[in-house]
């Protein structure tokens, strides 16, 4: 098999050969240079062409369009910013609700341009299902996180809760307690939005050069290893592997999210389970696990990975027997029938995560750089927005996309929090996620008494408060 198709089911379900476009050979001169051929630096792309076709615009991608989380993530195009309570809390009940309904609109404006533009990416939205069924305490969690989410604005339009009944007309799993649900997330083939996404910008007029490491860039220039660009505008869109690119890996951690998906299953199966519009769904762990039905009915099913020490990102997602065994166990206790069935792609992928878990969009005026990220995981559709507002803050707009909490205007990259130096990141991390692991055995284990499931509760919030 071609190794690039193994890059994930989605670029493996891909009918294009993967050839590489040709790699940079000599000096060029262009407007925006943007480094990554990832769902943000496309979205800028998009948004900057559209609006302004003359700019020169060109895209440094390492590898291949895709090669990145963009091309290997669970598919949820969700309408909404990473701890968007927090950037919010500052503003009054009219501007947060603006800023919402800004959120909310993310997969619709992502469906608006698919649709125009003729990407076939599978997008269905049937919302999210956030479901209580492995121990009470989820239901409570889940609770609290819904009042929290009305205190924040938001309506029962937005996010209502789903009694045992309700929700097994949407999902079945055994021992619901209940579900979240919200209808602003949608699903997609990620690969396929990635791949559409640069043949449309090239088809635009945008350069894009593939096997194009960038070496290192300063204002005003980005050197590879055979050429040089001059640019006016750099705009570095690599997330996860930002720890390659001084000085931008003091201001994301790499941290890998890992996936399994199913081989098709048939329909009786489908009738056990439910999920027939799309639906994205999670369980209320803190373990951060997401799925959905693929559009060749697969479950596809992922949780969080690891974090390596020194920021070293891991290049080689063959994923173990324990790391496909724990995705295996997660979804089967939601799924018992499925617990034997065949897995056909394990993958994983590195995603940058920002201090204090803040996504931002930035704007240096003065050094004419422009970045976005910080999305934690949930940059599928936060890279169209910032996508968006990149474009925006480049052309000198001021507008509803700009005057929003997480935008940096005219701010050097300093500006940003950046995150300790080792051990403290590896050892912060690891105790985080040792703690989120443990709460999780205690309390799925029935037997465990009162007293130690809400130690290991109290631990894992009093931990997850670090985060933030
Ligand atoms: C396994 C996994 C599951 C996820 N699931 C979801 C999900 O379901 N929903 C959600 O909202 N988010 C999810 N995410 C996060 C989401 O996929 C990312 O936030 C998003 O794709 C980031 O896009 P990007 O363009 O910023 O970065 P990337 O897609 O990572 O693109 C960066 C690109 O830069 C290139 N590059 C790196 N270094 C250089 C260099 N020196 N020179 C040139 N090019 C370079 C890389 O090859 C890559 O193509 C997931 C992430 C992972 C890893």
């Given at each position: 098999?071609?190794?690039?198709?193994?890059i994930s089911?989605w670029m493996?379900?891909?009918?294009?050969?993967?050839?590489?476009?040709?790699?940079?050979?000599?000096?060029?001169?262009?407007?925006?240079?943007?480094?990554?051929?990832g769902?943000?630096?496309?979205?800028?792309?998009?948004?900057?062409?559209?609006?302004?076709?003359?700019?020169?615009?060109?895209?440094?991608?390492?590898?291949i369009a895709g090669f990145g989380a963009s091309g290997r993530n669970?598919?949820?195009?969700?309408?909404?910013?990473?701890?968007?309570?927090?950037?919010?809390?500052?503003?009054?009940?009219?501007?947060?609700?603006?800023?919402?309904?800004?959120?909310?609109?993310?997969?619709?404006?992502?469906?608006?341009?698919?649709?125009?533009?003729?990407?076939?990416?599978?997008?269905?939205?049937?919302?999210?299902?956030?479901?209580?069924?492995?121990?009470?305490?989820?239901?409570?969690?889940?609770?609290?996180?819904?009042?929290?989410?009305?205190?924040?604005?938001?309506?029962?339009?937005?996010?209502?809760?789903?009694?045992?009944?309700?929700?097994?007309?949407?999902?079945?799993?055994?021992?619901?307690?209940?579900?979240?649900?919200?209808?602003?997330?949608?699903?997609?083939?990620p690969a396929?939005?990635v791949r559409?996404?640069?043949?449309?910008?090239?088809?635009?007029?945008?350069?894009?050069?593939?096997?194009?490491?960038?070496?290192?860039?300063?204002?005003?220039?980005?050197?590879?290893?055979?050429?040089?660009?001059?640019?006016?505008?750099?705009?570095?869109?690599?997330?996860?592997?930002?720890?390659?690119?001084?000085?931008?890996?003091?201001?994301?951690?790499?941290?890998?999210?890992?996936?399994?998906?199913?081989?098709?299953?048939?329909?009786?199966?489908?009738?056990?389970?439910?999920?027939?519009?799309?639906?994205?769904?999670?369980?209320?762990?803190?373990?951060?696990?997401?799925?959905?039905?693929?559009?060749?009915?697969?479950?596809?099913?992922?949780?969080?990975?690891?974090?390596?020490?020194?920021?070293?990102?891991?290049?080689?997602?063959?994923?173990?027997?324990?790391?496909?065994?724990?995705?295996?166990?997660?979804?089967?206790?939601?799924?018992?029938?499925?617990?034997?069935?065949?897995?056909?792609?394990?993958?994983?992928g590195?995603?940058?995560?920002?201090?204090?878990?803040?996504?931002?969009?930035?704007?240096?005026?003065?050094?004419?750089?422009?970045?976005?990220?910080?999305?934690?995981?949930?940059?599928?559709?936060?890279?169209?927005?910032?996508?968006?507002?990149?474009?925006?803050?480049?052309?000198?707009?001021?507008?509803?996309?700009?005057?929003?909490?997480?935008?940096?205007?005219?701010?050097?990259?300093?500006?940003?929090?950046?995150?300790?130096?080792?051990?403290?990141?590896?050892?912060?991390?690891?105790?985080?996620?040792?703690?989120?692991?443990?709460?999780?055995?205690?309390?799925?284990?029935?037997?465990?008494?009162?007293?130690?499931?809400?130690?290991?509760?109290?631990?894992?919030?009093?931990?997850?408060?670090?985060?933030?």
């Amino acid at each position: 098999m071609h190794a690039l198709r193994t890059i994930s089911l989605w670029m493996d379900q891909l009918d294009e050969p993967l050839q590489a476009r040709p790699a940079l050979q000599q000096d060029i001169d262009v407007d925006v240079c943007i480094i990554g051929a990832g769902y943000t630096g496309l979205w800028t792309a998009y948004y900057l062409k559209r609006q302004a076709p003359h700019l020169r615009i060109a895209i440094l991608e390492a590898r291949i369009a895709g090669f990145g989380a963009s091309g290997r993530n669970g598919g949820w195009v969700m309408g909404n910013l990473l701890g968007e309570d927090r950037l919010l809390a500052t503003l009054s009940a009219r501007q947060r609700r603006e800023s919402i309904d800004l959120l909310h609109d993310i997969p619709d404006e992502v469906q608006r341009v698919v649709l125009q533009e003729g990407i076939d990416c599978d997008y269905r939205k049937g919302g999210v299902i956030y479901c209580a069924a492995r121990y009470p305490e989820q239901e409570r969690s889940l609770r609290a996180y819904l009042d929290d989410l009305y205190r924040q604005g938001m309506s029962e339009d937005d996010y209502h809760w789903l009694r045992p009944e309700a929700l097994a007309g949407q999902l079945q799993v055994s021992n619901a307690y209940g579900a979240i649900f919200s209808p602003h997330v949608a699903t997609i083939q990620p690969a396929r939005l990635v791949r559409g996404l640069a043949r449309v910008v090239e088809r635009l007029g945008v350069a894009l050069y593939e096997n194009t490491p960038a070496h290192d860039w300063h204002s005003g220039e980005v050197r590879c290893a055979q050429a040089k660009v001059r640019c006016q505008w750099v705009v570095p869109a690599v997330e996860g592997y930002a720890a390659s690119l001084p000085p931008l890996g003091r201001y994301q951690l790499p941290v890998q999210s890992l996936l399994v998906a199913t081989e098709p299953l048939p329909a009786s199966a489908w009738e056990r389970i439910g999920l027939s519009q799309g639906q994205a769904f999670s369980e209320g762990s803190r373990q951060v696990t997401y799925g959905q039905r693929t559009a060749d009915d697969r479950l596809v099913f992922g949780a969080r990975g690891g974090y390596r020490f020194g920021g070293r990102l891991r290049e080689d997602f063959h994923l173990s027997e324990t790391e496909i065994g724990l995705r295996r166990d997660l979804f089967g206790d939601l799924f018992p029938h499925l617990k034997q069935v065949r897995i056909t792609h394990s993958w994983g992928g590195n995603l940058g995560m920002a201090r204090r878990f803040r996504p931002h969009m930035l704007c240096d005026r003065q050094r004419g750089l422009a970045l976005s990220g910080g999305y934690g995981g949930e940059g599928v559709g936060a890279s169209n927005l910032g996508g968006r507002t990149l474009a925006a803050l480049i052309l000198g707009q001021q507008n509803h996309l700009t005057a929003q909490p997480w935008v940096h205007d005219n701010r050097p990259l300093s500006s940003l929090a950046g995150w300790p130096p080792e051990p403290c990141r590896w050892l912060g991390y690891n105790a985080i996620i040792c703690s989120f692991v443990h709460e999780d055995r205690v309390l799925a284990d029935p037997a465990s008494p009162a007293w130690r499931r809400h130690l290991a509760s109290g631990l894992a919030g009093f931990m997850e408060g670090f985060m933030h």
